[in-house]
């Protein structure tokens, strides 16, 4: 396999960092408080729609390059772990993640997209949705870095400070967990534990995983040249019984 390639996939990471801080940071205008009442909020969305659409356009964009990477991801922790078990675990958990943050896009999305005609009330219960989603997604993300922490401190591939970064990121994920009790303060949904640390160990993790795998040689980030080099010895194998002679070695 062209390591071109292998190396594109990995890099998807940092795009995806990279276009979800443009997006969310930089694009997306600041929301008004999560405690803020319905007329703020609908207000917040009527005057900045045309920013709160760029920003979701460009962090829906990021979402795909993050679900490519993690299928880059998974294919190196499998290499690295040599059994699926962990790097699955990986897989489903930020897979889930990206499928709950998906339902926050879908809710800002509706939110912006009729303000005018919408009571406040709804525009404020939507906004409130998207925040709300974050506690059950960080259990994936959660799981996520937690597995890939594993594989990365119990094998020798990455180097095992990427195991840290990666184990803190999965504490950092579960933060999130205190927007559904509180509307105020550190762990709300706009709050330093709630909004903050979690953002920032996400984004630090990624841009990690996806450098760090980038610079691999080709045989500890690439899977297929190896199922292909086995099923190959085992059909050789296979037909060589098959004529009544010993195999090649």
């Known amino acids: 396999m062209d390591d071109r390639y292998a190396k594109y996939g990995a890099a998807t990471g940092l795009i995806a960092v990279i276009l979800f801080v443009v997006g969310f940071i930089i694009v997306t205008p600041s929301p008004p408080d999560v405690s803020a009442p319905a007329e703020e909020v609908s207000s917040y969305y009527a005057d900045e729609q045309d920013g709160i659409r760029a920003g979701l356009l460009i962090i829906s ?3 795909f390059f993050y679900l490519w990477f993690l299928g880059s991801l998974t294919t190196t922790l ?7 078990r962990l790097p699955t675990v990986a897989f489903a958990g930020g897979l889930f993640g990206a499928g709950l943050f998906l339902v926050a896009l879908t809710a800002v999305a509706a939110a912006a997209f009729r303000p005018d005609q919408t009571t406040p009330e709804i525009t404020q219960a939507l906004n409130d949705v998207a925040l709300l989603v974050a506690g059950p997604a ?5 799981a996520l870095f937690a597995a890939t922490a594993l594989v990365i401190l119990r094998g020798d591939a990455l180097a095992e400070w990427l195991g840290w970064v990666a184990a803190i990121a999965a504490v950092g994920q579960l933060l999130p967990l205190g927007v559904i009790f509180t509307d105020d303060g550190a762990f709300a949904a706009d709050g330093a534990l709630g909004l903050i ?5 996400f984004v ?3 841009g990690a995983l996806s450098i760090s795998i980038m ?3 080709p045989e500890a980030r690439s899977l297929p040249d190896r199922v292909r080099g086995a099923v190959t010895g085992a059909a050789s194998g296979a037909a060589a019984g098959a004529a009544g002679r010993p195999p090649r070695t």
């Open 61 to 63: 964009v990021a979402l």
């Open 78 to 84: 499998r290499v690295s772990a040599g059994n699926p």
């Open 138 to 142: 960080a259990v994936g993300f959660a």
């Open 197 to 201: 640390v979690p953002v920032i160990t």
């Open 204 to 206: 630090v993790a990624i």
């Open 215 to 217: 610079r691999l040689p």
